[in-house]
């Protein structure tokens, strides 16, 4: 797959997600890309993360996104599959504004109500255009990846750098340098790769053409 010159939009539910499931992917294909990250939550109701929108935007800044391509919305967390016309009204929204020519968002593996509902509205928001998940590992259940795109180590350290902005979340397993290290080279040994980050296959649309 091409990712050169395409505007690639990433889709997760909280502040966090898309750098866990993609934040070395991210910092790889940026100089090449147009990237937008919306988040549909940001957290905000509960009195123990009001830290975490701030410490989002130091995370994405920290990958390389522009302030301006990172989008936070106000969904309400852990009740997104009651309001999932609202979620495909607004996925068609962008898609009419950004006009994204390959999606990422949660794996269809995940089993947390949230990211579930964003997987499903995803999928009928952009028929016709490639959608592959990301795995977020405390919610993930049964994730195998069958899409690989291989990082460099210096992509590795800074999906990793990203998330240490993260500090409300320190004392979480899953924001553990070591094992985020480990994930990146074990869907490197699956690619036959030094690095990779690893997707499952959602949709892929491909285009037949002439090689010059």
Do not use: W
């Not at 607004?90 to 509902?117: G, V, W």
Request: proline share 4%.
């Amino acid at each position: 797959m091409n990712f050169y010159g395409k505007r690639v939009l990433f889709i997760g539910a909280h502040p966090d997600d898309i750098e866990l499931g993609a934040g070395a992917l991210i910092h790889h294909i940026l100089p090449q890309c147009e990237v937008t990250c919306v988040t549909l939550s940001d957290n905000q109701k509960n009195p123990a993360l009001k830290n975490v929108l701030s410490e989002h935007y130091e995370s994405m800044k920290v990958l390389g996104v522009p302030r301006e391509n990172v989008i936070v919305e106000p969904f309400e967390t852990r009740y997104m599959p009651e309001h999932r016309q609202e979620i495909l009204e607004y996925l068609l929204k962008l898609r009419k504004e950004i006009k994204p020519d390959i999606i990422f968002t949660h794996s269809e593996q995940d089993i947390h109500q949230d990211h579930n509902a964003i997987t499903r509205e995803a999928l009928r928001a952009y028929r016709g255009i490639t959608v592959l998940g990301f795995d977020v590992v405390r919610s993930s259940h049964g994730f195998f990846p069958n899409f690989f795109v291989e990082v460099t180590e210096d992509d590795a350290k800074k999906k990793i750098e990203a998330l240490m902005q993260y500090k409300t979340y320190q004392d979480k397993y899953y924001f553990e340098a070591e094992l985020l290290h480990a994930t990146m080279v074990r869907h490197g040994a699956l690619a036959e790769k030094p690095f990779a980050e690893g997707f499952d296959i959602l949709r892929i649309v491909g285009e037949f053409n002439k090689c010059d």
